[in-house]
């Protein structure tokens, strides 16, 4: 009975409230997206559905399963149903690895403390890195299946580009592990926590490398060229309407969380305080919760930030970026951290 | 047989970066542009035959819709262009009136393509700020004509209203106000890494071919000649008021920039002049224009319009209707060093070099 | 490359001042909510007053697009004067262009052929009421503002 509870019950409860926290949270992530964005652009943005409109993302929903669902004559059905579904699933799938605490009782709701975790696979960060690169595919298929020649254009772009900003990011986080020594990103946190230090502070360079090959990974300005709505009109979601382009939005932002997710738990400490050796948390209640999806917030806040403010980089820039710069310096990050852990021992 | 084809791609006439209805067929090998071709006349309203079927000041209002964001540099060419055929002489007050509207319509237009270009290039928000400071330039037009962008503020011999109480002091408000804003566009784009990237080496155009293909306007004081009609052809109280014209070296869409937000700034200089040497009483309108019956004769007139050389060719027949009137606009003109500048880079750079140009459909079908 | 390109000064300036407009004042005005209020030399919908016009046709020569319909007849006053009576005065909204030449053009005074009524809020379900004919002119803008305002 407790080996039923333990090994599925519990998970498939600890599923459903995750997900169910992430859906929200996507949703929620649109709405701080156009009201910040709006802010930042000297205008009040979507302040009507609800006080000061935060019903605003359910009345998008609303809005766009009643739209007529398009699909172009000469498209792949199958595959241009398919495209949107393949780019939003492995983005949740990554949060059954993302730790967001150690052991809790949820504020006191529970009386014995459970893990804030799915599970704890003893190669998450590969994992995740996996997974996340999955989400090209549906790029891929949805500019390609939908016969359009924008579309398709989209697609060869988001593809070359994933693929290229994938391999300084790894590295980037290949840095980290030197510092851990583990995959596992629970065993990363509690590095942090043993070290009493953030991996932020010795892996600048790594955390700077993995943010922006972040970003261009999940398509955001200054890197959306796949979906360069001036050029490409609006690249590979171009052909897509109602709740299949709700999709791919959704899934646009689940990466989104999915990227500050990790930098949070890699770079950031995850659930623990700043300096969490400072014996002043001691006295302080233990907030995991709050650390961590404030940190998320804060990424999230980050890209949009980034979005308000910088013009968009031309393709051969980008790949420019990619290789010539991001990937050299990210070698030689990996480098000086081999040798300041080799110094340390 | 298997064959190597260039994909054709359809840009337009629906496209967010065209510019109203421009269509441009593109051969691309790659993202490589290896042909552009213009495709234009999906705005084409037959304005220029209107013009002969109506007398000449029912015009006036028609030519507000060719260049429809500098309706005041277009009821200019056209009013100056009649003026010229009666051989009219504006009074001086309503000279200065007309030189303040044109100024302030070249801050509002530039503006325009500021926030455009950078939108097409990819930044949103300049944008926003952009159109912030454009309201407060037509919230002066509606004061002054009561219309905000199909001005009509402008009438053969004059003007049709003197400035209303108070409006000097907003104006005044708004030029303290547009010098410490225009940081704000600078901040975001003038030293970004990126928007530099982006427009440095873009669509350059040689100063030869610039002349050859009859540029105006900023696209050719972009490769550095010193052309502008202000000075060239002086009209107006121009030759008494004292403003540089910027010229760029490299003819790049980031020339192209830098002369367009420096020209914002002196068209600020201008208006300060405007104002101080503005004749406080006055006429505003010439006499004896009840009833406008030219003789036969053929003028051309220009003016510098935002876009460039803004020119009316009319012929006149003798009867209150023009017999022929020819628009020389800028747009049309500058449109054709399109296929030139586009040509060898990427698609991202067409909409950048559409931007750059700053053309406007409206004028350029008529 | 310069210290400066290293450290990201450009691109830091640009956030800084993406940033500060967060606490500035907003523009956006929320329309049916809050109304501007046009200034007083706004061209909106017509205004004329049938009993104090000349029937001159001036307003009708002046028109770009020939949407002024005017119809007269001539009538003998107990001075025995010839005056002219207005039958027609119709304007045809639907493709007014709000250029004001008919405006600058009329001669009667005070009660002249007005378009400063400051009423911009002219839209209908079926564009066939936009065609003004006397009574329309006279009394619309005021009806529609006491709508508006109720």
């Known amino acids: 009975m407790s080996f039923l509870f333990l090994y599925l019950i519990l998970p498939a409860i600890k599923g459903i409230v995750i997900l169910s926290i992430i859906l929200f949270l996507v949703a929620y992530a649109t709405f701080i997206e156009r009201r910040v964005l709006a802010f930042m652009q000297a205008r009040l943005g979507p302040n009507l559905a609800g006080p000061e409109g935060i019903l605003q993302p359910i009345a998008d929903g609303v809005k766009l399963l009643f739209k007529e669902d398009l699909v172009p004559s000469r498209a792949q059905r199958f595959l241009h149903l398919l495209a949107p579904v393949l780019i939003l699933v492995p983005a949740l799938v990554i949060f059954g690895l993302v730790p967001f605490g150690e052991a809790g009782n949820l504020f006191g709701l529970l009386k014995e403390p459970i893990t804030l975790y799915i599970t704890d696979v003893n190669v ?8 996340a690169s999955l989400g090209v595919y549906g790029l891929i298929l949805g500019g390609w299946s939908s016969n359009s020649k924008y579309s398709f254009i989209g697609a060869l772009r988001s593809a070359a580009q994933v693929v290229s900003y994938e391999v300084p990011q790894v590295i980037s986080l290949a840095s ?8 596992s990103l629970v065993k990363i946190v509690q590095a942090q926590k043993e070290m009493g230090l953030w991996f932020i502070f010795p892996g600048f360079i790594a955390f700077f490398i993995y943010i922006v090959c972040g970003i261009a990974e999940t398509n955001r300005l200054p890197f959306d060229l796949p979906e360069a709505e001036s050029e490409l009109v609006a690249g590979y979601h171009t052909e897509y309407s109602g709740m299949k382009f709700a999709f791919f939005f959704m899934g646009e932002y689940a990466n989104m969380i999915v990227v500050s997710s990790v930098a949070t738990v890699v770079f950031l400490g995850g659930w623990l305080p700043p300096f969490p050796s400072l014996s002043i948390w001691q006295h302080l209640p233990d907030l995991p919760l709050v650390w961590f999806f404030g940190k998320v917030l804060a990424f999230l806040f980050l890209y949009i930030w980034l979005r308000a403010t910088f013009p968009r980089y031309r393709f051969d820039q980008l790949m420019d970026l990619a290789w010539k710069w991001l990937l050299p310096l990210s070698i030689l990050n990996l480098v000086i951290i081999g040798l300041v852990k080799w110094g340390i021992k | 047989m298997l064959e190597i084809r260039e994909l054709e791609l359809n ?12 269509r441009l067929i593109l051969k691309v090998d790659g993202e490589r542009i290896i042909d552009a071709k213009p495709v234009i006349g999906y705005l084409h309203r037959g304005t220029e035959k209107l013009f002969e079927n109506q007398t000449y000041p029912m015009n006036v209002p028609h030519t507000d819709r060719l260049d429809y964001i500098a309706a005041a540099t277009n009821n200019h060419a056209y009013c100056g262009a009649v003026e010229k055929l009666l051989g009219v002489e504006v009074p001086r007050k309503a000279k200065f009136i007309r030189v303040i509207l044109d ?20 930044a949103m928000t300049p944008f926003f700020y952009t159109f912030r400071e454009r309201e407060l330039i037509l919230d002066l037009f509606e004061e002054y004509c009561g219309a905000r962008l199909t001005l009509n503020c402008m009438t053969i011999g004059g003007v049709p209203e003197d400035l209303p109480e108070g409006w000097i002091e907003k104006l005044q408000n708004f030029i303290q106000i547009f010098e410490e804003k225009i ?5 975001l784009l003038t030293d970004n890494r990126i928007w530099k990237k982006r427009t440095i080496g873009v669509g350059v155009i040689s100063p030869e071919d610039a002349i050859n293909y009859g540029l105006t306007g900023p696209p050719l004081r972009g490769s550095g000649i010193k052309y502008d009609v202000r000075r060239a052809l002086p009209y107006e109280v121009y030759p008494e008021l004292d403003f540089e014209i910027p010229i760029g070296k490299n003819g790049d869409t980031y020339d192209r920039y830098l002369v367009r937000m420096e020209e914002m700034r002196q068209s600020i200089r201008i208006l300060k002049q405007c104002i101080e040497k503005m004749p406080k009483e006055g006429e505003i309108q010439a006499k004896g224009l009840k009833f406008i019956k030219p003789k036969p004769a053929e003028v051309y007139f220009s003016v510098e319009a935002p876009k460039g050389e803004l020119g009316f060719h009319i012929i006149s027949d003798g009867s209150p209707k023009p017999y022929r009137v020819r628009v020389r606009p800028p747009s049309f003109i500058n449109l054709q060093a399109l296929p030139h500048m586009v040509k060898g880079h990427l698609i991202a750079d067409v909409v950048a070099v559409i931007g750059t140009l700053d053309i406007v459909l409206g004028e350029i079908d008529r | 490359m310069k210290l400066k390109d290293l450290l990201l000064i450009d691109l830091i300036i640009g956030l800084i001042t993406s940033f500060k407009h967060i606490f500035r004042k907003k523009f956006t005005v929320p329309y049916p909510y809050k109304k501007l209020e046009p200034a007083p030399r706004f061209r909106g919908f017509f205004y004329l007053n049938p009993s104090t016009c000349l029937g001159c046709n001036m307003c009708w020569k002046a028109c770009p697009i020939d949407i002024i319909y005017i119809q007269t007849h001539d009538e003998q006053t107990p001075e025995g004067k010839r005056k002219k009576v207005v039958d027609r005065f119709d304007v045809d909204l639907q493709r007014c262009m709000f250029c004001g030449l008919c405006e600058s053009a009329c001669p009667n005074g005070s009660f002249k052929l007005t378009l400063k009524t400051g009423f911009y809020e002219g839209a209908v379900y079926d564009r066939r009421e936009l065609y003004f004919d006397r009574n329309k002119l006279q009394n619309y803008v005021k009806e529609m503002k006491e709508k508006k305002n109720a």
């Open chain 2, 183 to 187: 940081w704000d566009y600078e901040n």
């Open chain 1, 124 to 131: 998450a960060l590969l994992l995740v890195i996996g997974f």
């Open chain 1, 176 to 183: 980290v592990l030197i510092l851990s020594g583990s995959l």
């Open chain 2, 103 to 122: 100024e302030l319509q070249r801050i509002s237009s530039h503006l325009v393509w500021l926030a455009t270009h950078a939108l097409d290039i990819g």
């Open chain 2, 11 to 22: 840009m337009g006439p629906q496209h967010p970066a065209t510019h109203g209805v421009l």
